[in-house]
T-cell receptor
């Protein structure tokens, strides 16, 4: 079946502009995650959605970052007033979730959105 | 707090050599999951393996094998008879069940396999 998809693949923006990044999870996956990967670094957790529960926003670096998800479908990550340090690859992942152990734990990643803030 | 350390930043080997990628993790919890992901030059993370803390059995999948040792908090990954297509960045990650759902990633090991 289809994997996690993200759009756009690449985004170049000017400092101070807002950007929206989109993620389509694997069908049937109730859990969705956003991560950020700076150049040459590991992944930093940003936010987690599970079904209709309140999201875990503990990884969002500032109030310029926000994310939404409608039900168990598409999610949008918004960065307001972008700064140069926001330049990174933003990766979305999904998993079966729902507290399922084992396979439910495995997160499958999309190809990412490469964001460059000039 | 949880932490994953991949001490090897870069490794370069010649094709057909065996190579082991080290992963050391820290957690005080007894229930957790460990993962390995591969990130080829294309950028997409590819899931390789998941292991829970109660299953210390080592695993072999083709040329890949994993050695999980709770006594040393390590979850090492060995590629046997490496191939050029194995060139990628490999990430080890930890998820502690009682500490949220985020994966804690190591900084990755960049593996270059040359012909």
């Amino acid at each position: 079946g289809a994997g996690v998809s993200q759009s756009p693949s690449n985004k170049v923006t000017e400092k101070g502009k807002d950007v929206e990044l989109r993620c389509d999870p694997i069908s049937g996956h109730t859990a969705l995650y956003w991560y950020r990967q700076r150049l040459g670094q590991g992944l930093e957790f940003l936010i987690y959605f599970q079904g209709n529960s309140a999201p875990d926003k503990s990884g969002l670096p500032s109030d310029r970052f926000s994310a939404e998800r409608t039900g168990e479908s598409v999610s949008t990550l918004t960065i307001q007033r972008t700064q140069q340090e926001d330049s990174a690859v933003y990766l979305c992942a999904s998993s079966l979730g729902g507290g399922l152990a084992g396979e439910g734990e495995t997160q499958y990643f999309g190809p990412g959105t490469r964001l460059l803030v000039l | 707090a949880q932490k994953v350390t991949q001490a090897q930043t870069e490794i370069s080997v010649v094709e057909k050599e065996d190579v082991t990628l080290d992963c050391v993790y820290e957690t005080r919890d007894t229930t957790y999951y460990l993962f390995w992901y591969k990130q080829p030059p294309s950028g997409e993370l590819v899931f390789l393996i998941r292991r829970n803390s109660f299953d210390e059995q080592n695993e072999i999948s083709g040329r890949y094998s994993w050695n999980f040792q709770k006594s040393t908090s390590s979850f090492n990954f060995t590629i046997t008879a490496s191939q050029v297509v194995d060139s990628a960045v490999y990430f080890c990650a930890l998820r502690v069940v009682n500490s949220g759902y985020a994966l804690n990633f190591g900084k990755g090991t960049s593996l270059l396999v040359t012909p």
